[in-house]
């Protein structure tokens, strides 16, 4: 394999999806060493089975507003890969949602997928319907709509779909209700489902507490921890709020929040009510995390702004793809920043991993930081399969071994001859070994 070759050749069959050629750009880097060192993979092709996704379904979504106008938005599931099994992976719903995010988004899930042990393929899907401001009935009927054409081609056994940005718990639960309807069958098609009626405990908090927990291991090889250090977060939805709670607990100060909006400074930490109070804020379905600061005071809001110009000894990008620039990067590297650890995916610039690379600031990547989330929902197809329902303990405990063992597969195969780290080489190795391994024991297929 030659990645110029195969990234030029890739760019002139996807012009202008930068999303995804940036994510594939990133694994065929990390892994063109074991690639070229083991004959197997170039003859079977490998690569090029591995960068293109196995189907693309795309579909129009017509809903009606509460005013009787008649929109339409665009539908897609990019189902990417399922040798290890079926396509896994979330629905966003965002305005900014086209081919080449969900595209990007599919690719890293095959590797996150991998990594977190359990037997799910890779996929990711949802729509350009922008959920800011509708209503519920709106966003039920688009969400009855999008089903409409989507549940022909997932299954407990196919595909199973979850939550991403604006996608949660109450949209999971009118998608599943008209895939219920539509199949007459109660299966675990859809994870991150109401723990009335088949989800998991601990399915909420589980991305936000997983990234702690693999942050923790990170701080275990410096023989650190998290007590007294002070975190600054982006976002302020599922993702945040999970990660604010655990960091928290285990005595670290969230001294950020962030929204499109601009940041939150709280110079107090935020803790106890005021992580609560994410909860509310992200169910208005305004999109903006300005209210903080009339609700909470000594707290500051900084309009248009990013939290990364706050000194912090850990910086977790929790909102959304390329969050973090290189720009950032350098503002952290003068303050300081012991340690970046994606939770969003792909949050940083490849330029941005550059200068953490460069300046020993340890970093790691969003495929394995935030994986917690797609295991647990793992988790939750085991339960349903079972027909049976652990109890929240039983399910952090296996977070927390999955996480652990996410960081130790890092350190196989992400340690340099000088000692450190490289998380994204060692997350995406491991990853791409397991599911070219098992593309190998299937033949050309
Ligand atoms: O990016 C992700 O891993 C998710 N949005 C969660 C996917 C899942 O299937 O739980």
Redesign the pocket.
Known sequence: MNVDNLMNNLEKKHPGEAEYLQAVREVVESIEEVYNDNPQFETANIIERLIEPDRIITFKVPWTDDEGNVKVNLGYRVQFNNSIGPY?????FHPSVNLSILKF?GF??IF??ALTTLP?GGG?GGSDFDPKGKSNSEIMRFCQSFMLELWKYIGPEID??????G?GGREIGFLYGMYKRLKGDHTGVL??KGSNWGGSLI?PE??GFGAIYFVQEMLATKKEDLKGKTVSLSGFGNVAWGAALKAAELGAKIVTISGPDGYIYDPEGISGKKIDYLLELRASNQDIVKPFSYVFEGTQFHEGKRPWEVRADIALPCATQNELNDEDALTLMNNKVMMVAEVS?MGCTPEAVEIFNNNDIMFAP?KAV??G??????L?MTQNSMKMRWNSGEVDDRLHEIMCNIHEQCIKYGKKDNGHVDYVKGANIAGFLKVANSMLDMGII
């Not at 896994?88 to 966003?92: A, C, E, F, Q, Y």
């Not at 199973?160 to 940005?165: F, K, L, Q, T």
């Open positions: 896994k992976g979330g629905l966003r988004l890293e899930q996150k997928n799910m990711k199973v779909p979850a939550g991403d940005i996608v994870t991150g399915r589980a991305t995916n969003g935030n994986a989330g797609v295991a647990t929902s793992g939750e």
